[in-house]
Structure formats: structure tokens, C-alpha cells
């Protein structure tokens, strides 16, 4: 784990506000958890679906100041914007992308002193992701990114990312262990995607899983097959970093600790901490 002591800012994610006296009615038929959970220094993680309960959207919100804040990749801002003002109608809401004026950090230590901060909060997946820090200010330019290093650590912890890990209108969420990961709420009512979800957490057994890699050489491109020594195909890797990866796997194919092929390398799925038995 990370020792860093000081924030971490992320280049690659932003912020996008939603105030009103409707936003939080607004939001709560559209996403997986519970808006009510959130309270001045704690935050839900969610995602948006499709209509078949597959994976469109993830973010993190908080609330400060009569005011929601969705930490969300930035790549994907406008698409969100777009797809929050389809479910608007007359709602009171207003939504503002904060590209350029806000930042996301993260904090990996548990001993950071929060002093003449207001809007930060630990990760509700999993504490040793640390905490989450949004700064009204614009990204300083002088400052490395630390998308990097924090990818490192999202991945030596063995959590998925967004769009390169669940792929757009790929992946069902709790394939992507979003219900461990506290991503959803099984008792908050209707949101786009529910009877889905439901279905699949009380009447199926999951078949796939977004699960963590070690690789013994380069990381092959998103999408090659992960087989085993016969040949069959057991999954397909997705984002990394190093000689960690992210992989969707099929479980009854698979075993953690055995080492399978992708491409020119060997990957070995491990079961990592947060995981159930």
C-alpha cells in the first residue's frame, strides 16, 4: 500500500453538481444505492444502468451545502449530463458540469488531517482505498497527475474501474461486485435496471466476475481471451497497470491462484481481501 501522505490529484475525473429542492428525489429512482445514506463526510458509491440492468454509469456523491457532487470520469461527463437531462422533465433541478473548476484527490492515508477542508469523505468500497477529496479549485497544472499511481493502488487492492473494466452496456453490476463493493441498496425501491438486479441477486447464481490478475510479463490489450491449458476461453482482461489487471472471469472455470494464459503472458487470478469466501 501507498504511503503518501499528501492528496493525489486525479486528472481524469470530474465533478458534476446537481442542486434544487428535486435532486435528491431525482436522483434516488435513477441509481442502485441510496441517496438518503449520504451525510456531510460520507458519500455512496452507485451506478446508473440500462433499462436490462447492465452497466452504462459509476460515480461516487456526496452533498455539501444543499448541493450533490458526482465524481465521475471525465471522459464521460457530457454523456451523463445528456442522459440526467432525458430523466429531468419538469424535475427542480439544475445541472452543472465542473470540468474546470473543481478537483478530485485522493488521500491514501488514514491519518490525514483534514483541517480547512469541507467536502471529503472515505470510500464507501472499501477503506483502504482511502479517502476522497473535492476541491472548488482548478487543477493545478504544476501538480503531477496522480491517476497513475492511484490506479496502482485501486489494483493492488483489487477493485474495478469504470468504463474500461465493466464496458459500456457490457456487464452486469454485481458481476462487477458492486453489492460487496456497497455499490447497492436492495431495499430503497424502483431505479432504472432494479428488477434486473433483484432478479439476478435472489434467483441466479452469477456465473462472471470482475476479479483481480497478476500478470508475469506486459499487459496485453483490453479484450484478449483468458484461457486455460486446454485452450478454452475462461474470460478476457480488461484495465491494468504494471503486472496487475482487472479480468472478467468465468467462475466455475476458473481458480484463484492458478495460473491460466492471455496472449503472451500468464495471468494468475487472486481473491483479494474484500471478497467473500
Same mark, same amino acid.
Given at each position: 500500500?501507498?504511503? =503518501? @501522505?499528501?492528496?493525489?490529484?486525479?486528472?481524469?475525473?470530474? !465533478?458534476? &453538481?446537481?442542486?434544487?429542492?428535486?435532486?435528491? *428525489?431525482? $436522483?434516488?429512482?435513477?441509481?442502485? =444505492? @441510496?441517496?438518503?445514506?449520504?451525510?456531510?463526510?460520507?458519500? !455512496?458509491? &452507485?451506478?446508473?444502468?440500462?433499462?436490462?440492468? *447492465?452497466? $452504462?454509469?459509476?460515480?461516487?456523491?456526496?452533498?455539501?451545502?444543499?448541493?450533490?457532487?458526482?465524481?465521475?470520469?471525465?471522459?464521460?461527463?457530457?454523456?451523463?449530463?445528456?442522459?440526467?437531462?432525458?430523466?429531468?422533465?419538469?424535475?427542480?433541478?439544475?445541472?452543472?458540469?465542473?470540468?474546470?473548476?473543481?478537483?478530485?484527490?485522493?488521500?491514501?492515508?488514514?491519518?490525514?488531517?483534514?483541517?480547512?477542508?469541507?467536502?471529503?469523505?472515505?470510500?464507501?468500497?472499501?477503506?483502504?482505498?482511502?479517502?476522497?477529496?473535492?476541491?472548488?479549485?482548478?487543477?493545478?497544472?504544476?501538480?503531477?497527475?496522480?491517476?497513475?499511481?492511484?490506479?496502482?493502488?485501486?489494483?493492488?487492492?483489487?477493485?474495478?474501474?469504470?468504463?474500461?473494466?465493466?464496458?459500456?452496456?457490457?456487464?452486469?453490476?454485481?458481476?462487477?461486485?458492486?453489492?460487496?463493493?456497497?455499490?447497492?441498496?436492495?431495499?430503497?425501491?424502483?431505479?432504472?435496471?432494479?428488477?434486473?438486479?433483484?432478479?439476478?441477486?435472489?434467483?441466479?447464481?452469477?456465473?462472471?466476475?470482475?476479479?483481480?490478475?497478476?500478470?508475469?510479463?506486459?499487459?496485453?490489450?483490453?479484450?484478449?481471451?483468458?484461457?486455460?491449458?486446454?485452450?478454452?476461453?475462461?474470460?478476457?482482461?480488461?484495465?491494468?497497470?504494471?503486472?496487475?489487471?482487472?479480468?472478467?472471469?468465468?467462475?466455475?472455470?476458473?481458480?484463484?491462484?492458478?495460473?491460466?494464459?492471455?496472449?503472451?503472458?500468464?495471468?494468475?487470478?487472486?481473491?483479494?481481501?474484500?471478497?467473500?469466501?
Amino acid at each position: 500500500m501507498t504511503k =503518501n @501522505n499528501a492528496p493525489i490529484p486525479l486528472y481524469n475525473r470530474s !465533478i458534476i &453538481t446537481l442542486s434544487g429542492s428535486d435532486r435528491k *428525489k431525482f $436522483l434516488q429512482g435513477l441509481i442502485t =444505492n @441510496n441517496i438518503e445514506k449520504i451525510t456531510d463526510h460520507s458519500a !455512496i458509491y &452507485t451506478a446508473l444502468l440500462t433499462p436490462q440492468g *447492465k452497466y $452504462l454509469y459509476d460515480f461516487f456523491i456526496s452533498e455539501r451545502d444543499e448541493t450533490l457532487y458526482l465524481d465521475c470520469e471525465k471522459s464521460r461527463v457530457s454523456d451523463i449530463i445528456r442522459r440526467l437531462m432525458m430523466y429531468k422533465l419538469r424535475a427542480d433541478v439544475t445541472i452543472e458540469d465542473h470540468t474546470s473548476d473543481h478537483t478530485v484527490y485522493v488521500i491514501l492515508s488514514q491519518n490525514y488531517n483534514f483541517s480547512g477542508h469541507e467536502n471529503y469523505y472515505p470510500d464507501p468500497r472499501y477503506a483502504p482505498m482511502g479517502y476522497r477529496l473535492i476541491k472548488p479549485s482548478p487543477c493545478d497544472s504544476s501538480m503531477p497527475s496522480g491517476d497513475n499511481q492511484y490506479d496502482l493502488h485501486r489494483l493492488q487492492n483489487g477493485l474495478p474501474d469504470g468504463e474500461r473494466d465493466f464496458g459500456i452496456d457490457k456487464t452486469f453490476i454485481l458481476e462487477g461486485n458492486l453489492e460487496i463493493l456497497n455499490g447497492v441498496d436492495f431495499t430503497k425501491g424502483c431505479y432504472i435496471g432494479q428488477e434486473v438486479t433483484a432478479r439476478m441477486k435472489h434467483r441466479m447464481n452469477l456465473k462472471k466476475r470482475l476479479l483481480p490478475l497478476k500478470l508475469d510479463g506486459e499487459l496485453p490489450p483490453i479484450g484478449t481471451d483468458i484461457t486455460n491449458d486446454e485452450g478454452k476461453k475462461i474470460g478476457e482482461i480488461r484495465s491494468g497497470h504494471g503486472k496487475l489487471a482487472i479480468g472478467l472471469l468465468r467462475l466455475e472455470n476458473m481458480e484463484f491462484g492458478k495460473i491460466y494464459h492471455c496472449g503472451e503472458v500468464h495471468v494468475t487470478p487472486w481473491r483479494p481481501e474484500w471478497y467473500p469466501n
